[in-house]
């Protein structure tokens, strides 16, 4: 990944931005462990440690992923909802994820709960943050029906398992991304990591069965861009 050299450093930190970016890049992008993004720069001549890298991640993933939210379209008012299991430290916590028309993530939330008041907390994140949608796709949980009632009275909310396959298959990098790292240790990392890893996908991982071979290589192109332009933003 090329980034301009004369990008400035980030004070206090030892390797050049260009590092440290590059390292957040590829740990998100191809679903790689610490030790991965290790062996990747050492072959490359740069000679860093895994808690080193560990430690850019958790620092630098969220700032690129609040830039993507803050530059990102609009989101589409047809909005699928769902929630999956991941297990914590031998508990039970469920991951809420929302995904609008375009496949795109909207917002994800890691809660203990998978009632009607987890519901509610997770469809008023997203209304305070998008507006009101105006369409809502669930599977049959009854959770759901109360507080779309309450919440957006005006959206026409389908409750329909077989309508909701766009959102089943976004659980899939979770899922992958989870083994990689041998479970997840915590439900604050759980959100920490889930946030940024969905928001820098969306840019990276376009829909590339839709896209001809130029299309592809111009959407790739300009997420580069945006990556090279969010890396100049960076700050200690």
Known sequence: MNLSSSMPRLKGYRFPREIVAYSVWVYYRFALSTADVEDLLAERGVTVSRETIRKWVSRFGCHFADCIKRDRPSAADKWHLDEVVIPINGRKYWLWRAVDANGDVLDILVQPQRNAKAARRFLARL??????????????????????????????????????????????????????????????????????????????????????????RHARSDALNLWNTYAAEMNA
């Open 127 to 216: 209304i305070d943050r998008f507006g009101e949608p105006r369409v809502v796709i669930t599977d049959k949980l009854r959770s759901y029906f109360k507080p779309i009632r309450d919440l957006a009275p005006g959206a026409d909310h389908r409750a329909h398992k077989g309508l909701n396959n766009r959102i089943e298959g976004s659980h899939r990098p979770t899922r992958k991304q989870e083994k990689l790292m041998g479970r997840f240790k915590t439900p604050r990392q759980a959100q920490r990591f889930l946030a940024a890893h969905d928001q820098i996908n969306t840019i990276f991982r376009p829909r590339r069965y839709r896209l001809t071979a130029t299309s592809y």
